[in-house]
């Protein structure tokens, strides 16, 4: 029995990536992976930028040390999936749940517009929060029961946190769930410190950078939650859809589908209530008020950003950090845990009401079987790839001749990547846009465009470098523009020929060209140093995010070690019971 989840959960995960587990990688938007990332100071969260891509590119670089980039990418994606519904099957365990209610649970939790336009959309580290929730749930449960925290608890908090919007998922879940419960003082400090050490690199990073952390206002309305297709917003929302993205969108997302989706889904999610209030038992109603109160906070949120864009405007452009809150559908992930019970539940009455109806056997599975594929029915273009949106493809060579151009050469400094624009649409990427690969691709530390371009109008970033150099550029003539970039502490300019923007040609040795880029060291450069005090605050935040698993691993081991001695202390009787 505990195999079919497993196998369920691997067939749904495999069916939904497709041709994006082909050889090469997956580039979609604002998902770039890279043969080899190099752990660089902008990585450890000490460069000139927010740290958006902090604590997950540091752990990417570190792991693909060990494994292919391309291969780690499939895991990652796979795992991001076939974990989360294994942790929702396993959340649900104590309900004493049949197989066809825990089925239906899988499917939905990993086959549900939020999952398919957070892959399009490439937010692969908000995927792996989303996975780690269910067992961040399941482990602060047995932490309030029990009266002591799961050593493995300890790897899936970190894990659950590599960003900014994961993080807070992750720690509002775990807070909550203690919360409901009548949680002594010391274990909901306990609990706080758990999730602050989980989000250290992120958030003392972002403090350091508090100066550039206020964002731009403009981004308010762009990335609000969105209407989809007949949906509009809030009811979107309800089907944890709604993202600002149109070109993420599934088709059956803008048609009827989509309708009869939610219609159906609220019919469950309404059964599922009823069955609960008509005493399914303590485990279920415990388990149901913490999630009621995350599907609340979740949808607030998101409904806030549609409801009140000018809010939202005003508080990121004094705030630091709010701007977090600009992409409306990104914290929806917290409202499919209870969607997720409610229709559990619905499915497990309805299974055992057709098993006591004289129908042929046959019968009774088709209809079951029908309600644990209704979320593949009502979205069938999430199949393969999203309908080919997610595909796998080879970097040219030049990216690898670039990046071996400017190791040999050694510049001492930065690296500015041209032309100053965030995203592509290259032709060896089936013209899809991503987000430029080449930063990602060099050693020095880059220094990229971060303006967003939507719909013609331009949400400015926030890296002070960035504008900095956009007025070197400026200058009248090649020579004047490299000593102004190099009194930046910027060595070298990277320029990818193929993406269209103003071009600025700056005096240097040319040390790598083809068709596709082109490498120029400059003469002369005013090194950047990072601020002692910088560093020691990261190490210090990063020294608590890695002492988590580490800590985990220790008590793991210290409470195996206490079992054994125990059962070995015991007499044969009480060894029995033990054991058992």
Known sequence: MRAVPVAWSSLLAVLLLGPALG????????????????????VLGVGSSLPRAVPS????????EVLPGALL???????????????????LVPLDLGLAARLAALTLWQWNPYVVERLVLGHWPVLVGYAALPWVLHGASRWRAEG?????????????????????????????????????????LAAGGLALAGQAPWLVS??????????????????????????????AALSVGGVWNAAVVPDSREGVLAVVGLLVLSVLAA??????????????????????????????LA?????????????SEVLPGAGVLRDGARLLLLCVPLLVLLVALAVDDAARRLRAVPLPAPAVVVLVGALVLLPVTVLPDAALGVAGRLDAVEYPSSYAGARAAL??????????????????????????????????????????????????????????????????????????????????????????????????????????????????????????????????????????????????????????????????????????????
Request: hydrophobic share 50%; net charge neutral.
């Open 73 to 91: 990418q499939d895991l990652v994606l796979l795992a991001a999936l076939v974990v989360g519904g294994l942790g929702v099957d396993r959340l």
């Open 271 to 300: 059964l599922g209530l009823a069955s609960l209030l008509r005493g399914r038992g303590t485990s279920a109603r415990a388990l149901a008020r913490p999630l009621a109160v995350l599907w609340l906070v979740g949808w607030a």
């Open 303 to 315: 409904v806030l950003t549609w409801a009140a864009p000018g809010a939202v405007h005003d508080l």
């Open 407 to 580: 190791q040999e050469a050694a510049p001492d400094g930065d690296v500015l990547v041209l032309p100053l624009s965030s995203y592509r649409a290259p032709d060896w990427n089936g013209g899809r846009p991503v987000l430029d690969p080449l930063p990602r691709q060099l050693v020095p530390v880059p220094i990229a465009s971060d303006d967003l371009v939507v719909d013609d109008v331009t949400v400015a970033g926030e890296d002070p470098r960035v504008r900095d150099a956009r007025a070197a550029l400026a200058q009248p003539d090649p020579a004047s523009r490299a000593a102004a970039l190099g009194r930046l502490g910027i060595a070298a300019v990277a320029e990818d020929l193929t993406a269209p923007g103003p071009r600025a040609d700056v005096a240097g040795e040319q040390v790598w060209a083809d068709e596709r880029l082109r490498v120029v060291v400059l003469p002369q450069v005013e090194p950047r140093s990072v601020p002692t005090g910088w560093v020691v605050v990261m190490v210090l935040a990063w020294a608590a995010y890695l002492g988590l698993p580490t800590t985990g691993l220790v008590l793991a081991l210290v409470r195996r070690r206490r079992g054994v001695d125990r059962s070995r202390g015991a007499s044969p009787t009480m060894r029995g019971k033990l054991s058992g």
């Open 23 to 42: 050889p090469g990688y997956v580039l979609s938007f604002d998902m770039v992976w890279v043969p080899d990332l190099v752990l660089r100071a902008d």
């Open 206 to 235: 972002g403090l350091l950078h508090a100066g550039a952390a206020v964002t731009d206002g403009e981004g308010a309305a762009l990335f609000a939650l969105s209407d989809e297709g007949l949906l509009p917003a809030p009811l």
């Open 148 to 188: 002591r925290c799961p050593a493995w608890l300890l790897l899936v908090v970190p894990l659950g946190s590599l960003s900014v919007s994961a993080g807070l998922a992750t720690s509002l879940a775990l807070l909550v769930v203690l919360a409901a419960g009548r949680a002594q003082v010391r274990r909901l």
């Open 57 to 64: 590119d540091a752990v990417v670089a570190v792991l693909d």
